[in-house]
């Protein structure tokens, strides 16, 4: 079975500071992609970033990046120079090649203070 | 400009009616989804469809049906059965349904009176 486990179910963090969102799953997969979603008051899901498996260079866009150590499980959100755009929840999520559905995580509430 | 569309964003339904959700893509894309997401919760699978005429049951089917006549759409009917329907339900759909990216739809809000 596949799971993916978000630990904290809230954050803050203070305008132009960085917070690190953590994300942890398990597959015995050995192709699967992880993505991070935001969903901000509107509801309205918007992907933030995606990583490949086989890749070993983290994925980056803009002010986000992650921090993927397969080994471990591990699959972290880094937000630098916090917005208070970036108020939103966010989930953490598993995409195996050989299944047709993605696994989410509870999420994580991230409120950006100014 | 390309996108999905859910319709209606709020809709109210008194208890024992059947009621349909509209989810509508014009992405081009195979499969579809369809999720339930209860307050300060995570989403959880109803149903998918990786192909028109064919669908598959989620995590939580009970109470719900789907029909895939055509590629752009997929609706939900939330029936009598489903016990707790008030949620907030989203659509979503995926160029590759092996595991790949989903983009979402905008939701709709439905409450039970």
């Known amino acids: 079975a596949q799971t993916v486990t978000q630990s904290q179910p809230e954050m803050s963090v203070q305008e132009a500071e960085t917070v690190t969102l953590s994300c942890t799953y398990d597959?015995?997969?050995?192709?699967?992609?992880l993505f991070w979603y935001k969903q901000p008051p509107s509801r309205q899901m918007i992907l933030v970033i995606r990583q490949e498996a086989y890749k070993q260079q983290n994925a980056t866009e803009n002010r986000f990046s992650v921090n993927f150590q397969k080994a471990a499980k591990s699959f972290s959100l880094k937000i630098s120079d916090s917005q208070l755009g970036d108020t939103a929840m966010y989930f953490c999520a598993l995409g195996a090649y050989n299944t047709d559905k993605l696994i989410f995580g509870t999420g994580t509430r991230l409120q950006v203070f100014p | 400009d390309g996108g999905i569309t859910q319709s209606p964003k709020y809709l109210f339904r008194k208890e024992g009616q059947n009621v349909t959700l509209s989810c509508e893509q014009n992405l081009n894309h195979d499969a579809m989804y369809w999720y339930r997401q209860d307050p300060g919760q995570g989403l959880r699978l109803i149903y998918y469809s990786q192909i028109v005429n064919d669908f598959q049951k989620g995590d939580i089917a009970e109470g719900y049906s789907v029909s895939r006549e055509k590629k752009e759409s997929f609706p939900l009917t939330v029936t009598s059965a489903q016990k707790n329907p008030t949620a907030f339900y989203l659509c979503?759909?995926?160029?590759?349904?092996?595991?790949?990216?989903?983009?979402f739809g905008p939701g709709t809000r439905l409450t039970v009176l």
């Open positions: 597959t015995s997969e050995n192709n699967y992609y």
């Open positions: 979503a759909s995926s160029i590759i349904p092996l595991g790949n990216e989903q983009f």
